[in-house]
């Protein structure tokens, strides 16, 4: 048994008692992420913030735009598009608290994000399945123009 046990043996994950399904995942998961295109992943990601900005951009007292993903940048949430509502000094509806609340709150309930860059928001389209970013931009939308 001590011959068998670690540090003495040589075999892979012995010491941490990893188990063959747990090898063959990590295998899984490896050929997943080589054989990913991930031009494609981002271009994906970034028509769905196309979608959003362009349902939004006509809403009096917002600035809202595609922020292009810069993969240069090792920066979190840099490597991928990101659409961005800004509000201008005109805007006369909710807060940034109160329309996250509002999102949550309604039907479906929504979640965006906080911009890094100040008083704005942000869609990151990460985790949107397909169809999901029109089910967003119209939660959205309803909050920014209805206030509810």
Not at 72 to 92: P, R, T
Request: glycine share 8%; hydrophobic share 45%; aromatic share 6%.
């Amino acid at each position: 048994a001590y011959a068998n046990g670690a540090p003495n043996s040589v075999s892979v994950g012995r010491a941490a008692k990893v188990c063959k399904e747990e090898i063959a995942g990590l295998i899984t998961a490896l050929e997943i992420f080589v054989d990913t295109d991930f031009e494609a992943v981002n271009a994906n990601w970034r028509a769905k913030c196309v979608y959003v900005v362009d349902e939004l951009k006509e809403i009096p007292g917002l600035r809202v735009e595609l922020e292009e993903a810069r993969p240069d940048h090792l920066e979190g949430g840099s490597n991928f598009a990101k659409a961005v509502i800004h509000f201008d000094q005109d805007w006369n509806g909710p807060n940034i608290e109160d329309i996250n609340q509002m999102l949550f709150d309604g039907d479906p309930g929504v979640r965006v994000g906080l911009s890094d860059i100040g008083d704005a928001l942000a869609v990151y389209p990460v985790a949107l399945q397909p169809g999901e970013e029109e089910i967003l931009a119209a939660r959205l939308k309803e909050v920014l123009t209805t206030g509810r």
